[in-house]
């Protein structure tokens, strides 16, 4: 079974902070993707990477980055944590890069509370 | 730019039948079809293709609809299991590591 697991499902921080969430998959896809899910929006893409130390920006940027050193290990930064970003922040991963006809495979996300 | 997915809500008794939309402004090569349960992560139901057939497993079929661009999920003779939020996602070759997400529909299936 392939298997996206994320560090934290629950994470409660302060405005300002530097929040990092973690994503590891076990089945060496290639493609990874942050998305952040917001009721009545769907999945938004944060930021996909195809390739070690490869990204390219999603619908929604700004205010994140990423950092994928490792093939298994994605993994999104909020440099200072604002209350706008407070949501559910799903992990997917997928073979074969640059193709959309390929399952993804997500993680259970992480519920960010940015107070 | 985001398909349009209807009904936004959908509540059924045990046994009857559901179809869920799923409409985009853009031409479409693929669209794909999830569903989430509550707390839990998106779980993949099936990809229909541009030039593909109509695909299925179990009680849940698909078609997709080139010249209209959008894909219909059908839920034949529901069951307490099939709740949730269905997603579509759709592709495009113009983007083709995305894919864009519709704003789900929620199903609820009451005994």
């Known amino acids: 079974d392939v298997k996206v697991t994320q560090s934290s499902r629950y994470l409660v921080k302060r405005t300002g902070e530097k929040v990092f969430l973690e994503c590891v998959q076990d089945m060496d896809h290639e493609n990874m993707f942050w998305y952040r899910q917001d009721p009545g929006l769907g999945l938004r893409l944060i930021y996909f990477?195809?390739?070690?130390?490869?990204?390219e920006k999603g619908d929604i940027p700004e205010g994140y980055s990423v950092s994928r050193e490792k093939k298994e290990r994605f993994s999104l930064i909020l440099e200072s944590a604002s209350t706008n970003q407070t949501s559910m922040y799903l992990c997917?991963?997928?073979?074969?890069?640059?193709?959309?006809?390929?399952?993804?495979?997500f993680g259970p996300g992480t519920r960010l509370t940015v107070l | 730019q985001q398909p349009v997915q209807s009904p936004q809500a959908v509540i059924l008794r045990e046994g009857e039948d559901a179809v869920i939309n799923c409409s985009s402004s853009?031409?479409?090569?693929?669209v794909h079809w999830y569903r989430q349960k509550h707390g839990e992560a998106p779980v993949f139901l099936m990809i229909?293709?541009?030039g593909g057939e109509q695909k299925g497993h179990d009680k849940i079929s698909a078609s997709f609809n080139e010249k209209k661009q959008q894909s219909s999920l059908y839920l034949t003779a529901s069951q307490l299991s099939y709740s949730g939020t269905y997603f579509c996602?759709?592709?495009?070759?113009?983007?083709?590591?995305?894919?864009?997400w519709g704003a789900g529909t929620k199903l609820i299936i009451k005994p």
């Open positions: 990477s195809y390739d070690v130390k490869m990204k």
């Open positions: 229909l293709l541009k």
């Open positions: 853009k031409a479409l090569y693929s």
């Open positions: 997917a991963s997928s073979p074969r890069p640059r193709e959309n006809w390929y399952e993804q495979f």
């Open positions: 996602g759709t592709g495009n070759l113009d983007s083709n590591y995305q894919l864009i």
